[in-house]
Structures are given as structure tokens and as C-alpha cells.
């Protein structure tokens, strides 16, 4: 018997559910946005830690702040 013929097996629908799709593609959104945030808050502190200047685009200025 194949699996189509068989009364007690499920029939698999194509592409997946899309509760999964969609709960998966929003914590891969949300992980992305707060990987940026953190990424920022850590170069930040960084920067303000060697003695630099944070300017708001997101440059360090100062003698012994390290390059980004």
C-alpha cells in the first residue's frame, strides 16, 4: 500500500503550517533588531570606556578610542 491509500495515515499538506512560518520569521526579526541594538549599546560603552566621543551616527572621535 502507498501512502496515499493507507485510511490511517494523515495526508501531509504542503508547506508546512504557517503558524510555524510565522513565529519563526518574527523571532528571526526580533533577534535581528535586538542583535542591532546590542551591537550599538556595546560599541557605545566601548567607545565612552577609552576616553572617546560618541557622535550621534554612530562615529567615535577621540585620541584613544579604538576604530569600530
Known sequence: ????????????????????????????IAGLVIGWYARDFFAVNACLDAGGAWTNPGVCIGALAAPR
Open 1 to 28: 500500500m502507498t501512502g496515499t491509500s493507507d485510511p490511517k495515515r494523515p495526508v501531509q499538506r504542503r508547506g508546512g503550517h504557517p503558524v510555524r512560518w510565522t513565529v519563526g520569521l518574527l523571532a528571526l
